[in-house]
């Protein structure tokens, strides 16, 4: 491996480190609490609110009592206890609960996968399956979805699932969603990781000259741009050889 195909590869690999860690914790912080809020919306109107009420209150304890014990946990490194108790609450808890729940357990098992050189294949597929459940299941709201489809894009995942990924993310940057310009960046970084270049520095010719993107990604394009143009001038240039004149050909 040469030494600018090493500097390349180091390069996407902090584009999509940053991708993967500091905004999905972001994501997790910002949108959690809402997860959380939308406890018991499937429970029936023949509930009396003073029932009901009560309900969610010692529910919505028990619920938070668990998943604080494995955020300890994880906080701990007992991934493999936290594991266990993630796997208790999405066999209990509610919808609305269960998608947070499965996020989190699908950043425990990221962070085993990072921790071990033992049955990488086998790890991407359950932190694919773990991502995947909240894609399919029908009681999860299209906004958790379109995210979730987002963050299994910087996560590590089989070669085979990479063209519904893929077919996801583009389906996602032409909506009208929240998620459409997090859906242009997660391509651009998977063609950056493929070598398509091409198509790498038009997503980010793109992103860099949209007008109401924030300013976090626009600043990341422009990296992008950069790190190709420096790359391009540091390509060999060819010059073509002039044609012998007619008739002066050498026999």
Same mark, same amino acid.
Not at 91 to 102: E, H, I, P, Q, Y
Not at 160 to 165: F, M, Q, S, Y
């Given at each position: 491996?040469?030494?600018?195909?090493?500097?390349?590869?180091?390069?996407?690999?902090? !584009?999509?480190?940053?991708? #993967?860690?500091?905004?999905?914790?972001?994501?997790?912080?910002?949108?959690?609490?809402?997860?959380?809020? =939308?406890? &018991?919306?499937?429970?029936? *109107?023949?509930?009396?609110?003073? !029932?009901?009420?009560?309900?969610?209150?010692?529910?919505?304890?028990?619920?938070? =009592?668990?998943?604080?014990?494995?955020?300890?946990? +994880?906080?701990? &490194?007992?991934?493999?206890?936290?594991?266990?108790?993630? %796997?208790?609450?999405?066999?209990?808890?509610?919808? &609305?609960?269960?998608?947070?729940?499965?996020?989190? #357990?699908?950043?425990?098992?990221?962070?085993?996968?990072?921790?071990?050189?033992?049955?990488?294949?086998?790890?991407?597929?359950?932190?694919?399956? *773990?991502?995947?459940? +909240?894609? @399919?299941?029908?009681?999860? /709201?299209?906004?958790? @979805?379109?995210? *979730?489809? +987002?963050? +299994?894009?910087?996560?590590?995942?089989?070669? @085979?699932? $990479?063209?519904?990924?893929?077919?996801?993310?583009?389906?996602?940057?032409?909506? %009208?969603? %929240?998620?459409?310009?997090?859906?242009?960046?997660?391509?651009? !970084?998977?063609? =950056?990781?493929?070598? %398509?270049? =091409? @198509?790498?520095?038009?997503?980010?010719?793109?992103?860099?000259?949209?007008?109401?993107?924030?300013?976090?990604?626009?600043?990341?394009?422009?990296? !992008?741009?950069?790190?190709?143009?420096?790359?391009?001038?540091? $390509?060999?240039?060819?010059? /073509?050889?002039? /044609?012998? /004149?007619? &008739?002066?050909? $050498? #026999?």
């Amino acid at each position: 491996m040469n030494e600018k195909t090493i500097e390349e590869k180091q390069f996407f690999e902090e !584009v999509e480190e940053d991708l #993967k860690y500091k905004r999905l914790h972001a994501l997790w912080v910002s949108y959690g609490k809402y997860l959380v809020f =939308g406890l &018991g919306l499937a429970l029936t *109107a023949s509930i009396s609110h003073l !029932v009901w009420r009560d309900y969610q209150k010692s529910n919505m304890q028990t619920l938070t =009592g668990h998943y604080m014990e494995s955020l300890r946990s +994880i906080e701990n &490194g007992d991934h493999e206890r936290a594991l266990s108790q993630l %796997n208790y609450l999405e066999n209990t808890a509610d919808s &609305g609960f269960k998608t947070l729940v499965r996020l989190q #357990k699908a950043y425990t098992l990221e962070l085993i996968y990072d921790k071990t050189s033992d049955k990488q294949d086998e790890l991407k597929e359950k932190i694919y399956s *773990a991502y995947h459940s +909240i894609q @399919k299941d029908s009681n999860t /709201p299209a906004f958790y @979805k379109d995210m *979730a489809s +987002i963050i +299994i894009a910087h996560g590590p995942f089989p070669e @085979k699932h $990479k063209p519904e990924i893929m077919d996801r993310l583009e389906a996602l940057s032409n909506s %009208n969603t %929240n998620w459409h310009h997090l859906a242009l960046e997660a391509l651009m !970084v998977q063609h =950056g990781i493929e070598k %398509n270049f =091409g @198509k790498m520095r038009e997503i980010a010719t793109r992103l860099k000259d949209d007008m109401i993107i924030s300013q976090e990604i626009k600043s990341r394009a422009i990296a !992008v741009l950069e790190r190709l143009d420096a790359d391009d001038m540091k $390509k060999p240039k060819i010059i /073509p050889t002039s /044609p012998s /004149p007619k &008739g002066k050909e $050498k #026999k």
